[in-house]
């Protein structure tokens, strides 16, 4: 990673027109001169220093002039917008945000060193998905055009991939990995970093609700065959600036309740997510999107895991490729299209 120290921080806000702020860090005060309450006070808009201000939130509309839209066409964006410091400067950052069903995970980084140049306009660039780019202040309406020629069109080419049923997505801020209070010699819990704010929809996720997460060790979630990878997914994301991906699974029951009767290994069904996330000083944003439902994997006589069965029959939410799945080396080998329309 570069040597220049730049100040970061995580936030979410509602994912509506009042971009009401429900979380903030608190290395907010260095980007911005802000404390958390004050940021909690406000609205994400209101810090806007460009004047497009008003269309930042159409970003993650649902719908476009009363049509629905595809709400699995993006789940992470890049955009560089100006933000107002305490005194009213507009400060340059690099804004990732992640989409979950009713708030958005913002993590940004200031570039103060940078002089001030008035963007009028609001590029997006799409990482997941579409994978591509869109300017918001331009595009909005002749891209509502195009959806309703293209609609009435005869032998509209139909999308390959369908999904039964609206794909679940859960928003997690865990504390950094690398803590001060940590426990052990090597500056790390033993479990993982703990988790400080997680969305409502976790239920859909696992069994368990948000009062049973808050400060619970995040790898205990995960599936003990997979601890490792998710581990060192935590460890790729201390070593990069970037949005970075990782798919695993996650106890469909995990133990979040001290002396509550867990469920045996080999029959607690198994979870697969595909994980976004994003690392700043202060934390880590993830974007959980649930992928599919696996039985537990098969163990060998000395109790190795040694395979992974196939997708569980009665999983309705399943049907869903992750971005790995899906990329290849070689578009032209990798069987994308004849894996969705399997999935059709």
Same mark, same amino acid.
């Given at each position: ?8 921080? #995580? ?5 509506? !027109? ?5 979380? #903030? ?38 719908? +476009?002039? =009363? ?20 005194? =009213? ?28 140049? =008035?963007?009028?306009? *609001? ?9 591509? /780019? @869109? ?21 509209? /080419? +139909? ?27 090597? =500056? ?30 995040? *790898?205990? @979630? ?20 970037? +949005? *970075? ?11 979040? #309740?001290?002396?509550? +009767? ?13 994980? @976004? ?5 202060? &934390?880590?944003? *993830?974007?959980? /999107? ?12 000395? &109790?190795?895991?040694?395979? /992974?069965?196939?997708?569980? !029959? ?10 790995? !799945? ?19």
């Amino acid at each position: 990673m570069s040597g220049i120290h730049r100040p970061t921080f #995580i936030g979410i806000h509602a994912r509506d !027109e009042s971009t009401q702020v429900l979380y #903030i860090s608190s290395g907010c005060r260095q980007a911005m001169g802000y404390t958390p309450a004050q940021v909690m006070a406000g609205r994400a808009r209101d810090f806007i220093a460009d004047p497009y201000d008003g269309d930042y939130p159409q970003i993650y509309e649902s719908k +476009v002039d =009363g049509e629905e839209t595809d709400e699995d066409e993006a789940n992470a964006y890049v955009m560089y917008m100006n933000l107002k410091n305490t005194t =009213g400067t507009p400060v340059l950052h690099r804004v990732t945000t992640f989409k979950c069903d009713n708030c958005v995970i913002v993590v940004a980084v200031a570039f103060p060193e940078v002089p001030f140049r =008035g963007r009028h306009e *609001l590029e997006v660039q799409m990482l997941d998905g579409a994978m591509k /780019r @869109l300017n918001i202040t331009r595009q909005k309406e002749s891209d509502v055009e195009r959806r309703r020629a293209e609609a009435s069109q005869e032998g509209r /080419r +139909v999308p390959l991939y369908y999904a039964p049923s609206r794909q679940i997505k859960v928003a997690f801020v865990l504390e950094n990995p690398s803590v001060a209070e940590a426990s052990t010699e090597a =500056g790390r819990r033993q479990n993982g970093p703990l988790i400080v704010f997680v969305t409502g929809s976790v239920g859909r996720l696992v069994d368990a609700d948000t009062s049973d997460l808050l400060r619970f060790p995040f *790898l205990k @979630l995960v599936a003990p065959e997979d601890v490792v990878k998710a581990s060192t997914f935590f460890d790729r994301l201390g070593d990069s600036p970037d +949005v *970075l991906f990782e798919s695993f699974t996650l106890l469909a029951r995990p133990p979040v #309740i001290e002396g509550d +009767v867990s469920v045996p290994d080999e029959q607690n069904q198994r979870v697969l997510v595909e994980c @976004l996330g994003a690392n700043v000083q202060d &934390g880590v944003a *993830l974007l959980l /999107r649930k992928l599919r439902v696996v039985a537990p994997p098969t163990r060998d006589s000395m &109790g190795n895991y040694v395979s /992974r069965t196939k997708v569980h !029959e009665v999983d309705d939410d399943g049907g869903y490729l992750s971005l790995s !799945e899906m990329i290849s080396d070689d578009p032209e080998t990798s069987g994308v299209e004849d894996a969705w329309m399997r999935l059709r």
